[in-house]
């Protein structure tokens, strides 16, 4: 079973940055595509980016342009660079592995996820 462990929230006020890591506990992870969700208060999850074990990405609309997600096979790792931050990016950030090994496409769909990290909060002042 994998563990995925997020970091890198914090407060940060609007047209700032943050870098947010999703590290995990298993090697074989790195045939597992990775996404990055978050919740905010009074609203549902969403997906924000995601990853495949090939490289390909894909984000919502909203953060095209401002978030860019990568990985580190050799650190275990997934990145989420949140450059230009607003106020509306204010959320828990989680991330998880797709349920499917070795998939070429990034899947938006929460069930299609498991392994979900505790999350870390984000809170954007304007």
């Known amino acids: 079973q994998v563990q995925l462990v997020e970091s890198g929230g914090g407060l940060v006020q609007a047209g700032g940055s943050l870098r947010l890591s999703c590290a995990a506990s298993?090697?074989?992870?790195?045939?597992?595509?990775v996404g990055w969700f978050r919740q905010a208060p009074g609203k549902e999850r969403e997906f924000v980016a995601g990853?495949?074990?090939?490289?390909?990405?894909n984000y919502i609309d909203s953060v095209k342009g401002r978030f860019t997600i990568s990985r580190d096979n050799s650190k275990g790792t997934v990145y989420l660079q949140m450059n230009m931050l607003k106020p509306e990016d204010t959320a828990v950030y989680y991330c998880?592995?797709?349920?499917?090994?070795?998939?070429?496409?990034?899947?938006?769909?929460?069930?299609?996820?498991?392994?979900w990290g505790q999350g870390t909060q984000v809170t954007v002042s304007s």
């Open positions: 990853i495949t074990w090939r490289y390909n990405t």
């Open positions: 998880a592995a797709d349920r499917l090994a070795l998939r070429d496409t990034v899947v938006v769909g929460l069930n299609e996820y498991d392994y």
């Open positions: 298993r090697r074989s992870f790195r045939t597992n595509g």
